[in-house]
């Protein structure tokens, strides 16, 4: 089975090619696929375009997508969509299940779970099958071509590297599941060669961090003299997600995916 992957020049996206190269690239400016089998990584990344223009989410996340489904109608395609834990919102219990109840708070969120609406129900109307892959967050040795919005944990890390002063506007204590990018890249590849259709499939590493911990065990390798302060979340961002949160990945695990990397060896790698 060969993909047509979109989205390849992204930090995952990215990885995910260079890890599999004998899958089809798709070009940015391209919406025609080059096999039945997609995997869409094509996104924004994150809650960072309200304050720029209120429409960039809605235009990357939706619009794109419609697109390239307009090539879907009534052909024989499955379609592998990488959507992100934050459809979850603050979920009644944890860790979240695929099942739980989404009710996502931000933009950006908030479009990745219409996005994942949009693709059931056109794949209920066209007769395509579909997978839906939600991520937790995932690091990795730095791309180039990435922006560097794409996680708070690397822009800290970089600043700590630095010896830069750091405020936070997140609580301390918040609990957080993480993922190394070749691991989240082989789960997908796994999901995608044998996971069930018309299914959705959390993406997680199943350990657990403080964030807190976490920038302090980097901090401690690197040696930096940042100074770190935690301060209030602005409004935007209050509401995003609960403190703690982390996913049930049973479903992942049945299709027999084994983790290669521990959060000890994604902080060793990106302190490097």
Same mark, same amino acid.
């Given at each position: 089975?060969? %993909?047509?992957?979109?989205?390849? #020049?992204?930090? @995952?996206?990215?990885?995910?090619?260079?890890?599999?190269?004998?899958?089809?690239?798709?070009?940015?400016?391209?919406?025609k696929p080059l096999s039945n089998n997609i995997l869409y990584f094509i996104s924004t990344l994150g809650n960072y375009n309200l304050d720029i223009d209120a429409s960039i989410d809605i235009k990357t996340n939706l619009l794109i997508l419609c697109e390239v489904l307009n090539y879907c109608k009534n052909?024989?395609?499955?379609?592998?969509?990488?959507?992100?834990?934050?459809?979850?919102g603050n979920p009644c219990s944890l860790p979240a299940k695929e099942t739980s109840i989404c009710k996502p708070k931000c933009f950006y969120?908030?479009?990745?779970?219409?996005?994942?609406?949009? %693709?059931?129900?056109?794949?209920? #109307?066209?007769? @395509?099958k579909y997978r839906i892959i939600r991520l937790c967050s995932v690091l990795g040795k730095e791309n180039k071509n990435a922006s560097n919005s794409k996680n708070i944990l690397t822009r800290i890390v970089n600043k700590l590297k630095t010896n830069?002063?750091?405020?936070?506007?997140?609580?301390?204590?918040?609990?957080?599941?993480?993922?190394?990018?070749?691991?989240a890249c082989r789960a997908i590849e796994l999901i995608c060669q044998k996971g069930r259709v018309n299914?959705?499939?959390?993406?997680?590493?199943?350990?657990?961090?403080?964030?807190?911990?976490?920038?302090n065990l980097a901090k401690e390798k690197l040696q930096s003299k940042s100074k770190i302060t935690y301060l209030d979340k602005p409004k935007s961002k209050s509401e995003e997600q609960?403190?703690?949160?982390?996913?049930?990945?049973?479903?992942?695990?049945?299709?027999?995916?084994?983790?290669?990397?521990?959060?000890?060896d994604i902080i060793n790698e990106i302190c490097k």
């Open positions: 089975m060969k %993909l047509s992957v979109y989205g390849s #020049t992204g930090f @995952i996206g990215g990885n995910f090619v260079n890890l599999y190269p004998s899958h089809y690239k798709i070009k940015r400016e391209d919406r052909e024989k395609v499955t379609f592998n969509f990488i959507s992100s834990s934050l459809v979850y969120s908030i479009t990745k779970k219409c996005a994942e609406d949009l %693709l059931i129900s056109f794949s209920e #109307t066209f007769g @395509i830069e002063n750091i405020q936070l506007q997140e609580e301390r204590g918040q609990i957080r599941e993480i993922i190394h990018v070749e691991d299914q959705i499939y959390n993406l997680g590493s199943g350990e657990i961090i403080k964030i807190e911990s976490f920038i609960k403190t703690h949160f982390w996913m049930d990945i049973v479903r992942l695990n049945d299709l027999g995916f084994k983790k290669k990397y521990s959060y000890k």
